[in-house]
């Protein structure tokens, strides 16, 4: 299915977005009332973010963006979810992966990146306590011990660098500095473990230091039906720590702090012929007909997965008075082992017993993907006003430094343990920026703002094959030589954005932004004998929308209209009929949209929200091309030559059109505490798989939800709760592997469980 991209889009989705604005905000007009909990102390609190980095009301900042607090994190962590359980939690926010928790892809309006490789570029960032992941096996880590999650929408290269045309989420932890803490604990089902807590201690010296952990742990659930025993795949133990030393004195603050994870499992259960031809309904073991079960597979390859990583650092401020200046400086350094059944069952190839399945698998596909070696050495100098005046101001400088070492084994069979094929990649990434943004509040309720970032980047690279030992026919061609390649960049971002003060209890805003994202290279040559590269991306965007607080403080709508447009847009076409992973650039695509939120606690006890987000985007290059799927899947798309479909038209992969949440909780006072209830649910609309279309890489929908019981005291000490994820059992694919079979990967299972937690 085509959409033609009307050239008025932007000025029609503005006008949308503030026409609804307005009417919405009607009631909170004609009230005249404060704003927030002064005008009820019933009211809803204010919320304070990070985003331009530094502490404001959220009402105040000219960008689209979302918060999760510890208490939401807290919900969605129940049963030992991992980072992908904030996918939908906020508008237009997606997470997937196809190597389970080790590896997450993030997506905000549409844009991201499929790319499995181990130094694959996203255009989403992720930041943890000013410090950017850039590797995918940095991003993953667990979620414990933080204040508040923010997402920002659109680009964010001024204040946060490059790699963010799309946007940010960012990661704030609890820091040190009080005497005190929490601990959890939570049993599901299929033996889910969650158990995090943290512990504080502060004296009257300006020493403090917190320290904090999570367990989390699932047993094996899958069960393989051509293995002994009842349960063989989908179990995992997943270890970190995080332990920070503080010293404040005057107007000095420094921290120094270090991180750790430990994760041992199964890497993702692909499964075989999961998807129907020409339907793409998941079906079962038996085929078409047959129920799907997501607690059954049939694999005859080996599978594990381990990372490990390891984090230390230091965070120091000085504050001068009129002035802060900071300095954050952070090394991370990681490794990765990785091996499944690609192929996702027997393949028919080979004399097994039992038979191949299901369905027809042509060849077994066995492959591990490593880290050996991850560094990262990141340095930031921020010098920041501390707005006590009408003019504030921000300049810094920062430094980027990674050597990356990744690993592909191709093995012959599903056992085998001495690979048949070795590929090997050397990445050696360096980046600085200079950056600065200033603003002004006029007397009238008018805030200016504009910053600029300069940033040079450049990245040397070197791949090879020195192993292969397949046969001939495969067309492989044996070894490969080492291929270099080196890429560099330099580029100036940029932002303006105005927010105006209505009255206490409105605000507009309008902001454009130009983002970009440094060159890529691809080398993946365990079945290709060639390099690619991505040239830079550039985008531009423009929104404006309305942030009100509504009924006396009681309420509160923000709404936010987009459009954008990337030059030169990196895409990854993943598979296929030659089984590459190949990097792309597109001439152009263009999306518009809007996100609407709304909060509101109607009565006492009693608190609901709601988020919206709409994404229009369209890839346009009428020369761009890709392979389609060598499995017997049903294209969509022009096929301009044998195996090759024309994307030109297309929705970009992982992006669904709409994305809802909403939530509700009520609390009912019972003695010296109270029983409170708290629902959550997610909706997402179709999404393709490969940035070709077609029937069976594919979903039409996915919707979870879950539902939280509980008694909790009024101090905090004690809270015990029942709860449930995914209770309706959604299943739903989000992914798939098209160069086999109509292989796919399916969202996580309902979890049962209980929890029990103190605060001290």
């Given amino acids: 299915m085509r959409t033609t991209f009307p050239k008025t889009a932007f000025r029609s989705a503005l006008a949308t977005a503030l026409a609804t604005s307005a009417l919405t905000a009607i009631p909170a007009m004609a009230q005249q009332a404060p704003q927030g909990a002064e005008a009820d102390d019933q009211g809803l609190d204010v919320i304070t973010v990070t985003a331009q980095r530094r502490d404001e009301d959220i009402q105040d900042v000219p960008l689209s963006v979302s918060i999760l607090n510890d208490d939401a994190l807290d919900v969605l962590s129940s049963g030992g979810a991992d980072i992908r359980s904030l996918a939908g939690r906020v508008p237009a926010l997606n997470i997937e992966s196809s190597f389970g928790r080790t590896f997450p892809r993030f997506y905000i309006r549409g844009l991201g990146n499929t790319d499995f490789d181990l130094n694959a570029s996203q255009p989403v960032s992720l930041v943890y306590d000013d410090v950017v992941l850039e590797n995918p096996i940095l991003k993953g880590f667990p979620v414990f011990d933080v204040e508040r999650v923010e997402v920002l929408r659109g680009p964010q290269g001024t204040l946060f660098g490059r790699n963010t045309p799309a946007g940010i989420v960012k990661f704030d932890t609890v820091k040190p500095g009080e005497t005190g803490g929490y601990a959890r604990a939570s049993l599901g089902s299929f033996g889910s473990v969650n158990i995090q807590g943290a512990a504080g201690v502060a004296d009257d010296n300006g020493f403090s230091v917190r320290a904090s952990g999570s367990y989390q742990r699932r047993g094996n659930w899958i069960d393989n039906v051509d293995e002994p025993g009842d349960n063989n795949l989908g179990g995992f133990d997943d270890i970190a720590a995080r332990l920070q030393l503080q010293y404040e004195s005057g107007g000095f603050t420094g921290r120094i702090f270090g991180q750790t994870r430990i994760f041992d499992g199964t890497a993702i259960v692909f499964r075989a012929n999961a998807l129907e031809q020409g339907t793409g309904d998941l079906i079962g073991l038996g085929g078409p007909g047959t129920e799907f079960k997501r607690s059954e597979t049939r694999a005859d390859g080996v599978n594990f997965q381990r990372l490990e990583l390891f984090n230390v650092g230091g965070a120091f401020e000085y504050d001068f008075g009129d002035v802060t200046l900071y300095s954050i400086t952070s090394y991370w350094n990681g490794n990765l082992f990785s091996r499944g059944d690609i192929d996702g069952g027997f393949s028919n190839d080979l004399p097994f017993t039992p038979p191949g399945g299901p369905g027809s698998i042509p060849f077994s596909a066995q492959t591990q993907d490593n880290v050996p070696s991850l560094d990262q050495f990141t340095q930031e100098l921020r010098l920041a006003s501390n707005g006590g005046g009408a003019f504030n101001y921000q300049f810094g400088l920062f430094y980027f430094s990674e050597n990356l070492d990744i690993e592909t084994f191709d093995f012959g069979a599903p056992q085998d343990v001495t690979p048949s094929a070795v590929a090997l990649q050397r990445q050696e990434s360096e980046a600085f920026g200079i950056f600065g943004s200033v603003s002004y509040a006029f007397d009238n309720g008018l805030t200016l703002q504009a910053g600029a970032r300069y940033n040079d980047d450049s990245r040397d690279f070197v791949a090879s094959r020195p192993v292969d030992v397949r046969p001939g026919f495969l067309g492989f061609g044996g070894p490969v030589a080492p291929i270099t390649e080196n890429v560099d960049a330099n580029l100036l971002t940029w932002d303006l954005s105005a927010v105006y003060e209505v009255n206490p209890d409105i605000n507009i805003f309008a902001r454009a932004a130009r983002g970009y994202r440094a060159p890529s290279i691809q080398g993946r040559l365990a079945f290709g004998r060639s390099t690619s590269v991505a040239d830079s991306e550039r985008t531009m965007s423009y929104e404006a929308g309305i942030k009100s607080t509504l009924f006396g403080g009681r309420a509160r709508f923000n709404l936010t209209g987009y459009y954008s447009n990337t030059e030169d847009l990196q895409l990854t076409a993943v598979g296929g009929g030659l089984n590459f992973n190949t990097l792309l650039n597109a001439a152009d695509v263009e999306s518009y949209g809007f996100e609407a939120e709304f909060q509101a606690r109607p009565t006492d006890g009693l608190d609901l929200s709601v988020g919206i987000g709409f994404n229009e985007n369209e890839i ?42 909403w939530t509700a909780g009520y609390a009912h006072p019972v003695g010296g505490g109270e029983i409170y209830a708290f629902t959550d649910w997610y909706y997402r609309s179709e999404i393709q798989f490969f940035l070709y279309e077609s029937v069976e890489f594919s979903d039409d929908r996915l919707l979870e939800g879950g539902l939280r019981i509980g008694y909790r005291t009024d101090d905090g000490k004690f809270d015990i709760a029942a709860f449930a994820r995914n209770i309706t059992n959604d299943t739903s694919a989000v992914g798939g592997i098209d160069f086999n079979n109509l292989t796919a990967f399916v969202n996580e299972p309902r979890i049962f469980g209980v929890e029990i937690g103190t605060r001290f």
């Fill in 620 to 661: 346009q290059d009428p020369n761009l091309s890709t392979q389609i799927c060598a499995s017997p899947c049903t294209v969509l798309d022009p096929i301009v030559a044998p195996g090759i479909a024309s994307i030109n038209g297309n929705r970009l992969p992982q992006s669904p059109r709409w994305t809802i949440n």
